[in-house]
DNA sequence: GTGGTCTAGACCACC
DNA sequence: GTGGTCTAGACCACG
């Protein structure tokens, strides 16, 4: 079963584009494999205090990439193989990367003082 | 005369907050200062291409912030005293330095590995 | 026994309205008469190729509009009297006639026009 | 300007396929025009007392089926071809006429009976 | 003012 | 219990 322990709600971003995100994270960790079971709607959408059409959002547009299985009356699966699972982590990597060497070079960091800069905050 | 020579606008964000948070890396980075002239609102929609609106909603949080005074029939200036600098600076970095670090650590990787990454991209 | 031979699901509507349709018009046709068998949940469900909860909620309202018996371990039966007869006849053929004339209303028909239209569909 | 003046919400049937079906008909009569404006999805959601996302839905569909045109901040009008005039006559009508003969057949109606019980509600 | 999207709650059919 | 659909209200960007 898919954890969502951690998860929290960030204002400005659309709550199924997240959940989308929290997903994919855990294909780039490993600790979510395909056949994994996922929280069904009614659980997770009373898990993160959401609608549940916010859920079937997401899970939709997984379904839709490919990366899950859905049945009217049954349990969704993760379902992946190794080329998307590829594909995700290369997808995800890559734009949390460009997204905060931009945000850092906008802000005048050099190199050196941005990763310093996350270095610290690792430790939280 | 603020910059936004580089500004691409990103879909699935709200674009007025795209223009908040631009100027705020600006004020960061030290490019945008107080007294600096801020482009009317008719220049800068036409410039990246938005609606007006869009850009006077961006102004009026700016103005409700304390960062911006526009006065009718007059240019539009920065005003910033130290402790807004100080603040939006650390807000800033703060916000996406917890960002990348969590996203880094939802997706399993280690500090070395998050910082070499980061290194990678740096150079593009 | 009620025959189910030519039953169709329709597309868009509630499957149990359609199977209370069904019945209706049989009673309206007089193949369906008081004390007549119906077909338990489990072999029209089956027949239907539908859920039995979506059957049992049909005979539930059936039975709440008091044209059928149900009871528990026994057969159910249709148990109609003159005035439940006369008063679904009436209700259907009223909605259905009134359906139809509006709509060709609508689409601009003369009455004359609308008759033959019916008239060349009935040899179908 | 599309005309919903008589229009009114039938129970049981997704109200946004009443609206479609209401244009279609005007399209039908002739009532409706390639070049109409279509009412806005505030004006009409407010006219029928429904949700504006309702008519979004239907004014959608239309556009998927290459029935109206819609653009941001502009009046929807209608864009209709001969093909596409002649391709919904044809269903409308079709899909009427089928329904109401086979209605009246599984009600064990003849055609004379069938056709003056029109004939009669015709004069309402 | 316009249309487009996101979130929300209720209902339907299925297992 | 499950997922799918319809209706509802608020917000965003546009002219």
Not at 86 to 113: H, I, P, T, W, Y
Request: hydrophobic share 45%.
């Amino acid at each position: 079963m898919i954890s969502f322990e951690e998860f929290i709600i960030e204002e400005g971003i659309p709550i199924y584009l997240q959940v989308i995100r929290h997903i994919k994270r855990g294909i780039v960790s490993g600790t979510v494999q395909s056949g994994d079971e996922v929280p069904s709607r009614r659980v997770l959408s009373a898990l993160l205090g959401v609608n549940p059409n916010t859920i079937q959002k997401a899970f939709r547009m997984l379904e839709e990439e490919g990366l899950m299985e859905s049945h009217a009356g049954a349990k969704s699966l993760m379902a992946l193989d190794e080329n998307q699972i590829a594909r995700v982590c290369r997808e995800m990597l890559d734009s949390d990367a460009k997204n905060v060497v931009s945000a850092m070079k906008q802000m005048g960091l050099s190199k050196a003082d941005a990763l310093a800069l996350i270095e610290t905050y690792w430790e939280d």
